[in-house]
């Protein structure tokens, strides 16, 4: 993807998903505390780069761990005001985290692929242009949550080849990966 040829400016916007992104995704688990949450390499300093060129950052995230009684939506608010400030700290910006706790056999229309936190952005947010938005995701839920809202989307992997002529529009090995194809284009 030529992220040039988008014209990336302060009117766009960036939603983030984040276990396999932000923070080390635990394998058939969930972060449930903050001593389990670990940021990938490199992720406070491509925020607040990414800061600098997207007029807004959400965080979309699936915790269905909350519906399945494995947490509760308290513990996941410990863990999201650390992940921010340890962001702040570093002089980046999330400007909302929306997170849906329902099970994925509910197809809840928050629960990515449906774009109802999309939705909820855009209402908080109103100045929000989906075409002029890009989804970056680790699963392909996430693509087609992209994809629903008419995001450009990226998908985060390190096995590029595996996933060649999937129809996503970029394929990146990071976040910050993704920040230097866009800082460099």
Known sequence: MNLANYH?????????????????????????????????EQVPESLKKLKEIFGRIFIVTNQQGIGKGLMSPGDL??????????????????DQVFFCPE??????????????????AKSEFPEIDFSKSIMVGDSISDMEFGKNAGMKTVFITAQSEKFAGTNVDAICESLAN???SIINE
């Open 103 to 120: 099970l994925n056999e509910t197809n809840h229309p928050d629960r990515k692929p449906q774009i109802g936190m999309a939705l909820k």
């Open 8 to 40: 990336i400016d302060k009117s766009w916007a960036l939603f983030l998903d984040r276990d396999g992104v932000i923070n080390r995704r635990i394998e058939d688990d969930y972060v449930k505390s903050m001593d389990e949450f670990v940021f990938l």
């Open 178 to 180: 993704f920040t230097d």
């Open 77 to 94: 608010e410990i863990v999201h005001a650390y992940m921010l400030n340890e962001i702040e700290k570093v002089g980046g910006k999330v």
